[in-house]
Structures are given as C-alpha cells and as structure tokens.
C-alpha cells in the first residue's frame, strides 16, 4: 500500500513538471519580442534598390503586392513599410544564409517594420553577390536644391536624377547615398556635420531670404541675419539649416596680368596668393561659375575679392571688347623664353633693359608716343626678320629670368603672323582663309590665356603660330583687313580649327592627338580634298583606314587632288643602316614625355596584352609595321618587334619622332632633298624593312603631305584659291558646316 502511494506521488510529480513545461512554452509562444527602435526601411526605398540590381527576383511576391489585403498598402507605398516577414521571403530567394547575410531572427517578429541600420547592413552584403558590375556605389553628398517636379537633386558638384521621395525634403541636408549612374537611388543615412560652402555668390537678400549661386545652381536660403546683395560669403550648414554667413567685402580692381598655379598678378595692386577654394562668377550675360582657365589676361573687366591676404573670389562683371592680344616672345638663341638683356629704340631713343636690374615681379611697359610707330627690339645680339613690332613691350621679372611680351591689337598681331604661317604671293582668296583661321584660334587663346603664369595668351612658334618670323606684306595685310572679326563659328560657338602645310589627298581628324578634350570637332573634315571629277568614285576617309586602300593610294598620284603638284604630295625617306640604339632611345624619350602612348607588350598567347613601363632594351629589330591607322590613313599605332621585347607606339606624333633618325634625307616628288630634323614630314606614309636574315637594318618609307593633317591644308587653300574658289569655299571644305561672321 505504502509503495502504491510512492508511485503515485512520482506520476502526480512528473504530471505537475509536465503541465508547468507545457504552461511555460504556452507563454514563451505568446511572449512577444520588443519592438525595435529607430528609423524604418521604406517599401518604396526597398523596390528602389532591388530594382537596382536588375536580377530575376520576383518583387511582387517578395512585397506582397497580389494579395487584396495589400491593395491599399500598395497605393500608399511610400508611407508603408519593409516588414520582416517580406525581408525573409527575400532572404529565402537569395539564399540569405549561404552568403553570409544576417537573417535578424532573434529580434524581430514576422509584422514588425525591419529597421534602416539592418536593412542596409544586409544590402551591403547582397550587393557582392548580386551587383556583379559594381555598378551601385556609396557616395556622400551635399544638397543645395531639389526640384521635386524634374525629380532632380543639386549638390556642391553634380546634379543628379533621383527615385526615393525622401530626398523631397532633404535640402541643405549631407547625406550618405547609394548611386547608380546619374541616379541617385536611396539615402542610406543622414550626416550629422557641418558644412561649410565657401566663396558663395549672394544675388539677392530680401525678407530674411537669400537668393545665391555657387557650381552653376542658384537656390535660396532662409536667415535671420542676411549678408548685402551681391556679396561674395561662406555659408555655414548644420541640421539642415543656415547656422553663420560669413561676409567678403574687400575687393581689388586692375589690369589682369598673370595667372599661375597658386598665384594673381594684379597691375597696380601686386601679386597675390589665391585662395584653394577660389570661385570664379562671371556676372554679365547668363550668370555662371568659370574656371582659372577662363579669366581674361591683359583686360581689367574683373573685380578681385580678397579675404585674410588671398584672392578668394574673382568677379567678371562685363564683357567689353577682346581686341588686344599679348604674345610672349621666345629667345631664339636656346628656344626659351627668358633673356638676359634687350636693346630697345623707341621714338628715337636706345634704351638697355638687363635682367640684373629688374627685381621679381617688376614690370616695365614700353611704347611709342604715335600710335602708328613701333618699338624695334634686339635681343643678345639676334634679330627677328622683323623686329619692329607694333603696339607696346613689357618686360617682367620671374624666378627663372626675364620674359618679353608683345601687347597689340589682334588685328596688328594678325599682319604679322599671316606671312609668316602662308607666304603672301598665295592667292588672295587662300591669305583671307588663313586670316579668318589665325584670327579664330589666336581669339581662342584670348579667351583662356595658352600662357597664364607668365601674362601671354601665346607664344610666337609654332607651338601656337608663328608670329614676326617673316615682315609685314601688303597682300597679307590686305587679307586681313578685307576680313576683319571675322571668324570661324560651329552651331553657334567658336570653332576650333587647325591648319598645316600640305595634305597627301587626304586630311584626317583630332582624334591623332589622343588628348579628347570633350569638344565635339565632328566639323574638321577628314576627307578627300580633291576637284570635282565626276566619273570618279573616291573612297572616304574611314576606307583609308583599310591597309591595302592607303597602300594603293599613297604609291599612286590622284590627278584630281589639290596639291597633286606640291612637292610635299608625294615623298620618300630611306634609312639605310638604322642605329638601334638611337631608335631605343629615341622611343625613352617619347615614353618620358607621355608613357600612356608608349607601351611594352607581356603575357604569352592569347593572355597577351600591352602596359605602360620603361623600356631597358629592345635587342635586334625583327619587324617594324603599322597595326592601326586613322581617318584618311594616317599611322596612328606602330609595332616595333625586338628579340627582347615588342613596343607599340602610338599617336602620328609619336611615330613621326621615332622613325625619323635626324641625318637620312627625305626626297620630295619634284627630286629635291632635304633632312628632317626631328620629326617625319607627315603620318601618312607606308613602310617596308630591310633585312640581313631576320634582323631589320633598316627600312623606306613611302608617304605624302606635310603636316598633322588635321584641318586647313594651305597648299589646298592656295590651289583652290588659284582655281577660283573664295575663302568662304575654301574653308568650308575643310570645316564642315561651319560659318564664318564677325
């Protein structure tokens, strides 16, 4: 009896524990978990970024959106929010626990919202798996402006397109994003810093607003305290809120003349330091911010704002006229552009000018007391062809020497530089054309100044033209009077445009140069140049990128071309024992000038590819050929295959210079002979080696054209000019829908 008791006890003691687990696990299962704090993810934001990664996920059924009960969730989107129960159907299709992304199930129930901080942790971690082409990024911004009807944000440096509609309200806000292209996706957080725009320009202030402009946005901003209209301020934001303008009253007013790396020349003021966050406004016309590149050297059209000893901002208040050019003279002696002293006669009178006796930074300003006299200039002992120039010189002191500017008027500056790039018997038609072509470009460096830091728009070489090499002549002269202003305009904007001396039949474009500038020069023909022949059909400039189509065309003479009677047309150049050490040293010293051009081949089969690395040695020449030609056939890539490595060369420039040995002579059509010095006459050409068993000795060239063929060719304009055309045709030959006016 007393045993049945004992086991009955056991079992009502079992049963208890059993009904207390059963109880406890009731409530463990009721219990629910704390609701998270913070910021919740947005199903707007979430479809957003999903969409971004262009995978095959089926977002409907991850949001729910088929069901009715989510109709109305649906239509309000941007106000519902990412539930953990949709993050985990996600998390299931993506194989969440495959790849390491957290799966958050400790913390929240299936009806909770997932917050901001988990969500873009575990995007974060999609993105390696999922964006295989790194195409969303992290980026961090500042916002000036939103126009929320383009859907378009504006920051201190870009603007961009937008999706999530929480950048609405996000003005003046710095914010960590995701970005994909253009678009700005989602804001992933936002930074709680100050921020600071400097150099503001303050249109407007009125009411307790300011109307401003800075990196080309205009935005307004509320504040109690409102800096004077048309101020130059640094703007201090916190919170998304203006916290302190600071004001920049003091200015200076002068003759702009030099710009360089870090510092301002102001005549009558001095030199100053410029500030690392100068801003340039250019007040007249539409208002825009400009570059360093763009103030005007020579003319006083700009205010200089200082602030603690620096020029922090520079004011281009008017246009006025761009008339006058400055032109630094080069020393002839060693191609520099410093002297050690000048002789100069002015209005009857020598005056000395030695550098021992300029101090930095000093400058002297020459000029006669008649407008229509010139100032005669010797310099150590050697003379220009015409060393009496127009207009007034300048003599500066730098660090390195003294400089020399010739200051005139374009117009003056063209009577000289016409002659000496075109010989004035060409016909009158072709001097107009050159005219209207030196105008154009010289106009070009009036308005970003070629030669800021020592004060000149340009030098007088054929770096840029050729100026005071050849005297005035009256044809040339008239040329440019009969065409003054006058320059060469593409949809509205001032063309760029080049000219050389002979064409082979063919001109090619600016691409040659390998340095795109983001200018659309799609006008510079690089065609054929030829007379009109009507039974003939002429291959374009793209087929003569074709091997066999340049190889037949330069070893053959077109009777319908321009220039088949120039000299320079047709022309050969033989090396006849080539040195291959020159020629390694030569490709050195085009690598050291640019080595993205020059290139070095490594890797074996089809894992072969070219780098950019010094080449040491070369060995025996195997081959030398041209791979790549480009427009009208000029040699754009050359290969030159040694026993110890394979270079590419690239650019017409840089095959020009290697090539070419600096003692074997070039033989024109008409039997004349000449040495190159530095350079081949021209890239269009075709080359076969000479050999003694498997090494290359040496190798002939045969080609056409002097010149980089880009542009005006002159001995075109000059045989054009002959045949009747006018310089309106004859420019329109070379320059494709371009017009010339004032």
Known sequence: MQENLK?????FCILAGLVFLFCLWLYQQERQKEVPEGEKITTEDVQILLEALETTLDLDAILEKNTAKNVEAHEKQAETYFT???YKRLYELIDGAGKGIPDFGNKYEEHYALLKEDWYEAYALMLAYLDKDSSIWKTTIFI???????KKVYTQNSEYDYLSSSFDASVFCKEEVFVKGNMLLTSIKELDEKTILENVWVMESTNGNMECFYHQVNFTVNTEKPVEREQIADLTFEDGKLRKAQEKQEKLHGKLLSVSENKIE???CGTYEMDENLEIYKLYGILETQKKTDLMIGYDYTDFVMWKGRICAALVSREGELDHIRVLLTNSTDGSYFFEEATVWIDGEEKQIRAQDLKNGERITLQTKALTDKVSLLTEDVKKADNAFRGKLEFGKTEQGMVIINELPLEEYLYAVVPSEMPASYPIEALKAQAVCARSYAYRYILHAGLGEYGAHLDDTTAFQVYHNIVENATSTTAVKETTGEMLYYQGKLAENYYYSTSCGYGTDTKVWKSENGQDTSYICAGKYAGKDEGSERLSAE?????????????????????KDEAWYRWTYEVEEMDTEKLLARIQSRYRANPSLILQKTGEGENTYYISEPIAEIGSIKDIR????????????LVIIGSKTVVKIISEYNIRSILCDGKSEVIKQDGSRVVPGTLLPSGFFIIETGKKGEDVVGYTLTGGGYGHGVGMSQNGAKAMGSLGYNYREILGTFFADCEVRK
């Open 84 to 86: 953990y129960r949709q």
């Open 7 to 11: 086991n009955i006890g056991k079992l």
């Open 543 to 563: 087929d003569m990128m074709q091997e066999d189509n340049f190889a037949a065309f330069i070893t053959t003479v077109d009777e319908t071309d321009f220039e």
């Open 144 to 150: 000036l402006k939103v126009d929320t009807q383009e």
């Open 626 to 637: 041209v791979i790549k030609r480009g427009a009208g056939g000029v040699a754009d890539e």
């Open 266 to 268: 102001i005549e009558g």
